[in-house]
Every structure is written in C-alpha cells, then in structure tokens.
C-alpha cells in the first residue's frame, strides 16, 4: 500500500514509520523541513519524503493522489504562541480539504480521550480536529490515547524527573485524577492494526493499559519500580498557574507545556469500553511492564524519539534550512582555533557534547546560564540529549537545537534556543589540516543585544578557550 504518514518527525511518528516499512509498505513522509528526516535509517526505495507546511495550504499540493491510507499525528500543544487551537483548526482542515483531492480510503487520529462535559482546552481543540475529519470523503478512524508511556514519551519524562528529583513532594489536588495510562508498544500496535481494516472504517475507540490509576499512584509505582522511597502530600491551595510553573521548574517541560499539561490534568481520562484489543489480538502491557520495557530501551541506549526533539523555537518552525546559513553581517564571534591531536577522539567528544556528559569546561558556568533562562521562561538546560552518542539534525540538545550533524564534513552547528536579545549559532568544525575551528555567532537585536554581548564577553573567553582545548586533548 501508499501510505502517508505525517508527524513523522514527531515521537509518535518515528516509532511507526519502521512499523510500517516492516511490511513492506511505501510511505510517503510529510516534514515541514527534509533536513530533520533521518535518511540513514531506511531504505530510501521503500519511502518518499515532501517537503509540507500545513498551515500553508499551497504546500498541501505535494501530497500524491496515489494515497490509501494516510496517519493524521499533527499536534501544537506545545506552541509559544499558547493559540495551538487556531492552528490545529486550520492545519485539519487544509489537511481534509487536500486528502478529499486523492484516492485516499482511510485516515487514522490519533485523538485524546474525552469522557467530560468541560474538558481542557487541549482536548477541545482534539475534539474539534476530529469533527473537521470525520465531515469528508474518506473514512476516519479515530484512537483516543491519555498518557503514553514509553522512553522518550512526555509524561513518561515528566514523571522520572518528579520521582527521581523529588524525595518528597506538596502536590496540586489534581494528582488524585484518574487516568488509563497505556504503552507506547500498545499505541503503536493499534495505529497498524487499525489500517485498512474496514471494521473499524468510521468508528472511535478509546485505547488505554489495562490499569485505572491516579497520579499519584503512578508516581509512586514508578519510584517503586526504581526502588525508591518517595512520599507526596495532596494540598487543594495550589492554583493551575502555580501548578503550571512547580511543573516547569522541576521537570524539562516547556511552560507552554506545563500550563496545558496541567489543565489537562484536571479531567479525568478512563477509557469507554471497546473490543478493538481483542478485534487486533492486542495483549495489553500494564501500567509497571511499560515502565520497565521504557527503562529497557533506556539502558541499551535504543530510544527511537524523544518529545523533546518536537519543542521547535518558533523561529525554528520556518525550516532548519533558514537558519543553516549562519550569518556574518552584523554580527559578532568568538573563533578559536586548535591542532587536533587524535581526529578519532576529538569527533568523538563533539559528537557527545552537551546533556550528561557535560560540556568539557565550566559546565558550572553552563548549568548558571541555563538556570537564569529558565527564569525567564526559556527551555534552560533541561532536555539534555536523546542519545549520549549520537546526534542528529533537528534534535534538542540542551538549550541547543542541532541544525548540522555531518561526520563526513566533521561539522556540528547548534542554534540556540534560549532566551536571548539577538540570535546565536556555535559551530565545531575540523578541517583537512586537522584544525579544529569552534565558531560562536550571535546577531544582536538592537542596543540590548550589543550590550549582552559585550556583558558575557569575559565568560565567553574563559569558557570556549577551555572547551576547545579539551575537545583536541590539551
């Protein structure tokens, strides 16, 4: 079959496209930017990827006729902006306009579950997307996911940063909610059982684990599991706003996130019951197999996709290909150069900057900068990195986000995503010489940028002159 599969950047996304090009389907790729599709992992027979801005309806056009099944998995909770409603409105609807165009049988949403009168904004705006689907040509199958658990998944992130940094926690009341939690593994099983299957053409299904818990039982499950001991105290006198921020403060959530988050967690998530399990053969993992198996893939460092690497700037979403050339009018830079010693080493190093394993010099200096960011809303130096080895374009690298990750130029370039007056690029960059050339760039905006600039001068030169050092072995 031609499969279109959109979000494919995304967490969800990049665990089913090796799914489906399992069985031998050619997938049609949707990103807003073909330098974040990973072209190594796959066969480039079995795929073809566009080039896709859905809230710009022009781009749609790319989208082939020859289409039998297409995955619906384009979410905006997480925009700065805060009117994620607007866009996934606009984005549904551009998206059933085009498909309405080709031969398209079936699409598949994945939606959030809605069982209350007054629900969050977040699940509104699901509910919404589905209405526009489900008023088209083609058929909608529609599954409905509360929290996901799987490495890399958000709440799964969320709730390890509580449980491992936390030895006691003052909680907002909404962690006596209840909600059916459910796997990764599980949500990928019923987003590939589902297509082609015309029982379930036009028709919506809740999809949940097996186990019915509150958060904070699933807190303490999870420390259970972690063989830690961890005590939490439910008081009603914390508002959604202090809520949102006790979340943003002590995990690597966005606030954005946070405050959504936070709203969604007010409403109660239990699946209605369904037989689409048993229709499948899809044997449901509880709520503790699914923390061990996220831990599994964790440890053997094979996390497929992190909700992190999907928390672009908002400069970020106009295509990594905008910012890819870094800039030299107007701007200031810090350039240091080295004589590598052992190329091998070195390329090493820089592929695993950054995250746990720190950045080489000053990393006191690094967490400081990341913590005053984080003050003023930015991502701070939370995310850290998906993997502590390899790197990719698109990814989120602390307050970071890799533009550039090419061994055979051995060049990496970073964009940064902190709260800044200006813009700022650092780039690490070996040379046939075997000079290692480390760039920093910013472009200030007006007075306030050129007086940051000239404020962090004096770190700038303490900090990069160590790091470089370091990285060539010195």
């Given at each position: ?85 607007n866009m996934e409105e606009h984005c549904a609807q551009y998206f059933k ?126 420390a259970k599991i972690r063989n830690l001991k961890r005590y939490i105290w ?173 061994k055979e130029e051995k060049r990496l370039l970073l964009y940064a995503e ?57």
């Amino acid at each position: 079959m031609n499969i279109l599969l959109t979000g494919v950047t995304g967490y969800i996304g990049q665990r089913l496209l090796p799914v489906l090009l399992e069985q031998g389907h050619h997938v049609v790729c949707c990103v807003r930017d073909a330098r974040r599709f990973k072209y190594h992992n796959y066969n480039k027979n079995d795929i073809t990827v566009i080039e896709v801005d859905f809230l710009n309806p022009e781009t749609l056009k790319a989208i082939p006729e020859n289409i039998d099944v297409a995955y619906y998995l384009i979410h905006s909770m997480s925009t700065l902006s805060g009117d994620f409603e607007n866009m996934e409105e606009h984005c549904a609807q551009y998206f059933k306009e085009r498909l309405d165009q080709t031969q398209v049988k079936q699409v598949v949403y994945l939606s959030g579950i809605v069982n209350e009168i007054e629900l969050s904004r977040h699940l509104t705006s699901r509910k919404h997307v589905e209405d526009i689907l489900s008023d088209a040509d083609f058929a909608l199958t529609t599954l409905r996911a509360g929290i996901i658990v799987g490495s890399g998944s958000a709440s799964f992130e969320i709730i390890r940063d509580l449980v491992e940094k936390l030895p006691a926690m003052i909680t907002p009341k909404w962690l006596k909610t209840r909600c059916q939690p459910i796997g990764i593994r599980n949500v990928i099983q019923f987003l590939d059982g589902v297509k082609d299957k015309s029982e379930t053409y036009g028709q919506t299904y809740d999809i949940g684990g097996p186990d019915i818990l509150t958060y904070k039982e699933m807190l303490l499950r999870f420390a259970k599991i972690r063989n830690l001991k961890r005590y939490i105290w439910v008081v009603p006198v914390m508002t959604p706003k202090i809520s949102s921020y006790w979340l943003y403060f002590v995990t690597s959530t966005s606030y954005a996130l946070a405050k959504n988050l936070v709203n969604s967690m007010k409403v109660e998530v239990v699946c209605k019951p369904n037989n689409l399990a048993e229709l499948l053969g899809i044997t449901l993992l509880d709520y503790d197999t699914s923390i061990r198996l996220a831990f599994g893939k964790i440890e053997q460092n094979q996390v497929i996709s992190s909700w992190k690497d999907a928390l672009t700037s908002e400069t970020l979403n106009k295509g990594i290909s905008q910012y890819i050339e870094v800039p030299v009018n107007g701007c200031f830079t810090d350039i240091r150069k080295e004589k590598v010693i052992d190329i091998s080493t070195t390329m090493n190093k820089i592929w695993s900057i950054g995250g746990q394993n720190g950045w080489y010099y000053g990393d006191f200096l690094w967490g400081l900068r990341g913590f005053i960011d984080q003050l003023f809303g930015g991502v701070g130096m939370r995310r850290g990195r998906k993997s502590p080895t390899e790197i990719h374009s698109g990814d989120a690298l602390d307050f970071w986000r890799v533009l550039l990750a090419d061994k055979e130029e051995k060049r990496l370039l970073l964009y940064a995503e902190m709260k800044l007056p200006g813009e700022a690029w650092l780039e690490f960059k070996i040379d046939d010489k075997n000079n290692l050339t480390q760039t920093a760039t910013f472009r200030p905006l007006g007075v306030m940028g050129r007086l940051y600039w000239y404020a962090v001068l004096p770190f700038h030169g303490f900090i990069f002159n160590g790091m470089i050092k370091k990285l060539v072995g010195r």
